[in-house]
C-alpha cells in the first residue's frame, strides 16, 4: 500500500524560509494531482497549493508570490518551496496525493509536518 512521507517542517523566524518534501512510498501504478494543505487547531484544514502530473500549480490567495509547489515524478514527490513567512503561516501541513497503488485511484494524506514561525 502506497503512503505519504512529509520532511522538512520546522520553527523559522519572520521573512524566514523553508521547504517541505512529500514522497510517495510503496507501490505506485500512477500519482496524479498532489498537493498541500495546513491546518490550524480548531480551524478547517485549508488548501495551499496544488500541482498537476504535468505540472499546472494553483494556490491560494495568500501564499501566491511567497510558496512555489514544484514536484518531481521520477521520484513521486512534491515539495513546497516557503519563502518570506508570516505567523499567520504557522500551522501543521499535510501533503495530499491523488494516486493508484494497485486498488484503484484514491486520495491519500500524510500524517503532517509543523510549521511554526515566530521570533
Known amino acids: 500500500q502506497a503512503h505519504l512521507v512529509e520532511s522538512g517542517g520546522g520553527l523559522v523566524q519572520p521573512g524566514g524560509s523553508l521547504r517541505l518534501s512529500c514522497a510517495a512510498a510503496?507501490?505506485?501504478?500512477?500519482?496524479?494531482?498532489m498537493g498541500w494543505y495546513r491546518q490550524v487547531l480548531g480551524k478547517k484544514r485549508e488548501l495551499v497549493a496544488t500541482?498537476?502530473?504535468?505540472?499546472?500549480?494553483n494556490y491560494t490567495d495568500s501564499v501566491k508570490g511567497r510558496f512555489t509547489i514544484s514536484r518531481d515524478n521520477a521520484r513521486h514527490t512534491v515539495y513546497l518551496q516557503m519563502s518570506n513567512l508570516r505567523p499567520e503561516d504557522t500551522a501543521v501541513y499535510f501533503c495530499?496525493?491523488?494516486?493508484?497503488?494497485?486498488?484503484?485511484?484514491?486520495?491519500?494524506w500524510g500524517r503532517g509536518t509543523q510549521v511554526a514561525v515566530s521570533s
Open positions: 495530499n496525493a491523488d494516486l493508484d497503488d494497485g486498488r484503484g485511484a484514491q486520495n491519500h
Open positions: 500541482i498537476t502530473s504535468s505540472g499546472v500549480a
Open positions: 510503496g507501490s505506485i501504478f500512477s500519482l496524479n494531482t
